[in-house]
Each structure stands twice: as C-alpha cells, then as structure tokens.
C-alpha cells in the first residue's frame, strides 16, 4: 500500500476533520457482480491457477473482488474493462449501468434474477450505480428497478388464485396478481468497513475483519446454479454481517461470517398484517487446509423465525449451537444447516463440489446412525477447463444436479418439504421468491452446460432437466393407498435446451444475447390417470443484458 501518499493528508492539519476521506481514497481492488460475465472470466482463470479466488464460501458484490492485474494473463481479452488493468496505489470510482430484456412466450421462467420474477410476457431490470471506497471502506449503490407484463396463463388452484398451489404452507405465488406490476429496491448496495493491518506488541496483525450492512444480494456455498442455503434468486432484504474475510494462515486459510436480517412477506400469501416481517439469523465457517491443496470445507446454518427483538436475539445467541435440536427454540424457528465440500486441482483445471443440508432434527444418535437421510438436500457438481493459457480459445464443461425432494420416511410422519415449515408457514422465501435453489422446494434439477471463451467473449450452450414440486405429489394422498395407486403419472418435468452469446462492444460494455427453448410435460399434475398420457406445453424464452463500466476515475 503507498502510504506516502496517504500519511501527508493526515499530517495536515487543514484537512484533519477530512480524516474519513484518507482513509477512504487508499488502494482498492475493484468489484464485480456475483455470477455476472467478469465473475463467471475471473473463476476461470482460478479454476487454472492463474488468480486465487478472493473467497472460500461467503460472496457478496461488495467483498468479490478479483484480482484485476491477473488480466496480464490474458491481455488480448475485451471482457474485462482494460482501464481496470492497474489499481495499485489507487482508490476507485466506477460507474455501472445495466440493462435486462426478456420474453417469456407462455409461462413464467427465470431463477437467480434478484427483484424481478420473470412472468408471463416481458420482463425488465434496469440497475445504475457505482462502487466508491478503498481496502478498507467502500461504498456500493447499486439501485434497480424492475417490470414484468405478467400475463395470465393457467396455474393449480390454491388459497387464492395466485398463490402457491400445495395449501398455505410456502410463499411462493404462482403469479404475482392479475396485472403488470413494476417494483424497485436497493439492488446489491452496501457499505462496508474493513479493518486496516496493524502492529500489536510488535506484532504485525493482518486479519481482514469486516462488518458490513446493505441489501446486496448473498451466495453461500460453492453450487453454481441451486446453493441450497442462500442464493440471488429473491429480492434483496436489509441485513448486518460481521466476521473476517478469506485470511492466510499457517494452517490453511480460513473465513467466517455471522449476519441477520428482516425478511418480507409477498402480498399474495394472507391478510394477517402481525405475521408480515420474518428474521434470518445465519453463520458460516470455511477452512482451506494448507495439507490438501485446493480444498474448501465450509458449514453453514440459518435461523428463521417470526421477527420479534427477542426472538432475532435468541436466533442470533442459538444459531452457531453445532446442532438442530428441538429444544433450540421448541421448534419456533426454521432451522437449516449445510456442510459443503469444494476441491479444486488446478493443474488440470477441474473442480468437484458437493452441498449436503437438513432442516430437521434427529431425536437421537442412535436414529441418526440408522437413518441420516432424514430431511437431506443436495447438490453436486463438476467443472473441467480445457486450454492453456497461451490458447486463443478455452473451453468450460459444467454439470450441476440438485436434489430437494422429502426424505422417503417422511412417507411414515407426516407432509413435509425442505423449504416449508409448520409454524413460520410463509417458509423460506423473501417477498414470494426462494432464499436458496431457484428450483424451489421438493424440486430436483440436473443441468449440463458447454462454454467457450475467448477474446472476445463467452459462448454457452446448456441442456437441463427440472422437475418441481415432487412433494406434492408425494403427499397429495398421504395416508390414502388406494388413491395413490395412480399418482405415479402425476409427476411433472421440464426440459430446457439454451444458447447464449455474450461478446465485448468495447472494454467494459457487454452485450448478451440469449434464448432458449423448453418442453414442460404434465404442468398441471393431472395427467390421463388411466393411460399416464398428459399435456405438454412448448416454450420459448429470449434474452438481452448489456452492461457498461464506464472509465474508472482514480485517486
């Protein structure tokens, strides 16, 4: 860090009271969005040992940030901003701008879009902002406002005819009312303090502790489509984190977070007006062992309850409590918790990674032994790189599948699903969109996707298999055999081909085109129960996003 040009400022004593201002406009590595096309280049490179992912677990907008001098390694590229290229010894000013455009052509289809939910017809974001700070104070507002047509199409009868189909247990509407709507929040904006290195005894003192508060968007876990935990399919919500970033160690790195949060309930759900605000409580613990290069072990745990001061204090004392007992809130608060597992061999340019969750309890060792399957999700996923870094040309091969579908002794208790709960009945969601795996609860999801990048930017092609709601049918007859000897042809799916084009117009402004094209069998789950036939519907969707950076301005 060049502190010459920081320490004269504070030794004037005409710009004493702008204290705040020299800490602010000192060396910054500049941010990204979370799974945007500058996120999706720089993981690239990590995956082949060119850059150290700035992240074990925990990514957020106003902590991702890459190291952009690694882009020497690949000079010729236009994905990347090319007066981002030199940051050190400066602190930043960037400018953001971007746009989304699409058309769903019979029914709703869109996950990890944050506010917008993607209905039936055209839907729209459009997000101005900057990012402003240094390494240890930054500023993120990033505002977005969103438009959906939102026509009507047929959906399952429910509490209301937008609401979730399965009784009153999720908030998830089916459609989000009977017309066009737009909406707007703060997007992934936040302030952030970083504690700067310091001497203790002698001792030079090195820890990345960092609090920070805003509505950015939160991705927990190494999954790149379904985390089970916390993803950026919903709408942002406030929340306050505390705890250190990626940190060097002897031992291996390691990372740490707790944060808590109000979470809001959709207008499609009820009309009790006292059960509208929900806390989430989280905390999450990452360790990269200094004797297995390349591997990732990291636990995560959220809390959710009915939001009350005390009760958010109770989550928030109770939540790092290593295990899911009933006696932990008597069942008051959703409880999850996930331990994933990320390896990546760099010579080889391949990543396997694995997220395996609960959300219920075990009464006791014994049962957890004989069946640890109770209340389990997962996800699971490969990624191989093929190229050099001398290649024009590198090529990406990623397979993802998710399973969040009701334990098979669930079949002997009672109707469950991962993301329901019996008491915080609104479930986990934010504002009618899941908090985790965009597939929703009792979903599973397997997705194969080939990506080629170059200088000029990236092209995707992804097949994926979706079926939703399998709890549904699992529990639409429970206790009732002979009504169940025909659900069997209930179950639903949709299959889903994509392409994509995303290319550089100039540094910095990125233009995607994508559209993709799906079959969904039995969308209705009420198939022909004599023969199994069903409807099937044809779909089509089609995408534009472009994004500008405009010149970085330095201090």
Same mark, same amino acid.
């Given at each position: 860090m060049r502190t010459d040009l920081c320490w004269p400022l504070l030794k004037s004593r005409r710009l004493a009271t702008l204290s705040f201002l020299v800490l602010f406009f000192c060396p910054l590595n500049a941010q990204v969005g979370v799974n945007s096309l500058s996120d999706e280049y720089f993981d690239l490179l990590s995956l082949k040992g060119l850059?150290?992912?700035?992240?074990?677990?925990?990514?957020?907008?106003?902590?991702?940030?890459?190291?952009?001098?690694s882009i020497k390694a690949r000079p010729e590229d236009l994905t990347i901003p090319t007066e981002l290229g030199d940051l050190e010894g400066r602190s930043l000013f960037l400018p953001e701008i971007r746009l989304f455009s699409g058309y769903n052509l019979n029914r709703p289809q869109g996950n990890n879009d944050g506010l917008l939910w993607q209905g039936r017809g055209y839907n729209g974001t459009a997000e101005a902002g900057f990012s402003l700070g240094s390494d240890f104070l930054s500023i993120d507002l990033h505002p977005v406002i969103s438009y959906s047509e939102n026509k009507s199409f047929e959906t399952m009868p429910g509490t209301n005819p937008f609401a979730y189909f399965w009784g009153a247990a999720v908030d998830a509407p089916q459609r989000f009312g009977e017309s066009s709507y737009?909406?707007?929040?703060?997007?992934?904006?936040?302030?952030?303090?970083?504690?700067?290195?310091f001497s203790l005894a002698g001792v030079d003192i090195n820890v990345p502790f960092t609090i920070g508060f805003g509505t950015e968007s939160l991705w927990l876990g190494p999954a790149r489509l379904n985390p089970i935990l916390h993803s950026n399919n919903a709408k942002g919500y406030p929340r306050l984190d505390a705890g250190i970033g990626k940190t060097e160690t002897p031992l291996g790195s390691i990372e740490g977070r707790v944060f808590a949060g109000v979470l809001t309930e959709s207008a499609y759900f009820d009309q009790n007006t006292s059960n509208d605000s929900r806390s989430l409580s989280g905390i999450t613990a990452s360790y990269d062992p200094v004797?297995?290069?390349?591997?990732?072990?990291a636990v995560h745990r959220t809390m959710l309850s009915f939001y009350s001061p005390l009760q958010m204090w109770n989550d928030f004392r109770t939540v790092?409590?290593?295990?899911?007992? =009933?006696?932990?809130?008597?069942?008051?608060?959703?409880? #999850?918790?996930?331990?994933? $597992?990320?390896?990546?061999?760099?010579?080889?340019?391949?990543?396997?990674?694995?997220?395996?969750?609960?959300?219920?309890?075990?009464?006791?060792?014994?049962?957890?032994?004989r069946y640890p399957f109770h209340s389990y999700g997962w996800t699971m996923g490969l990624r191989k790189v093929f190229g050099e870094a001398s290649d024009a040309w590198w090529s990406l091969l990623e397979i993802e599948a998710t399973e969040l579908e009701s334990s098979r002794?669930?079949?002997?208790?009672?109707?469950?699903?991962?993301?329901?709960?019996?008491?915080?009945?609104?479930?986990?969601?934010q504002e009618g969109q899941w908090l985790g795996a965009g597939i929703g609860t009792g979903s599973n999801a397997q997705t194969l996707s080939w990506s080629i990048f170059g200088a000029p930017g990236r092209i995707?092609?992804?097949?994926?298999?979706?079926?939703?709601?399998?709890?549904?049918? =699992?529990?639409?007859?429970?206790?009732?055999?002979?009504? #169940?000897?025909?659900?069997? $042809?209930?179950?639903?799916v949709n299959l889903i081909a994509s392409a994509s084009v995303a290319f550089a117009l100039s540094p910095g402004f990125l233009l995607t085109l994508e559209a993709s094209g799906s079959r969904e069998g039995n969308p209705l789950y009420n198939p022909d129960m004599t023969t199994g036939a069903s409807a099937e519907v044809f779909d089509a969707s089609a995408r534009v996003y472009l994004s500008w950076n405009g010149a970085a301005v330095f201090f």
């Open positions: 850059v150290d992912r700035p992240y074990l677990s925990y990514r957020t907008r106003s902590e991702l940030r890459w190291d952009w001098a737009s909406d707007w929040d703060w997007g992934d904006s936040a302030v952030r303090v970083t504690l700067p290195p004797f297995i290069p390349g591997l990732t072990v790092a409590w290593p295990f899911i007992r =009933w006696s932990f809130g008597h069942d008051e608060s959703d409880q #999850r918790f996930s331990i994933s $597992f990320d390896y990546v061999l760099k010579p080889a340019g391949f990543e396997l990674y694995l997220e395996w969750a609960r959300n219920d309890f075990s009464p006791n060792l014994d049962y957890l032994w002794d669930y079949e002997l208790l009672w109707t469950y699903s991962f993301y329901g709960h019996g008491i915080v009945t609104q479930g986990y969601t995707k092609l992804s097949l994926a298999r979706v079926q939703k709601d399998n709890d549904y049918v =699992w529990f639409l007859h429970f206790g009732d055999t002979a009504a #169940r000897r025909t659900d069997e $042809f209930r179950f639903n």
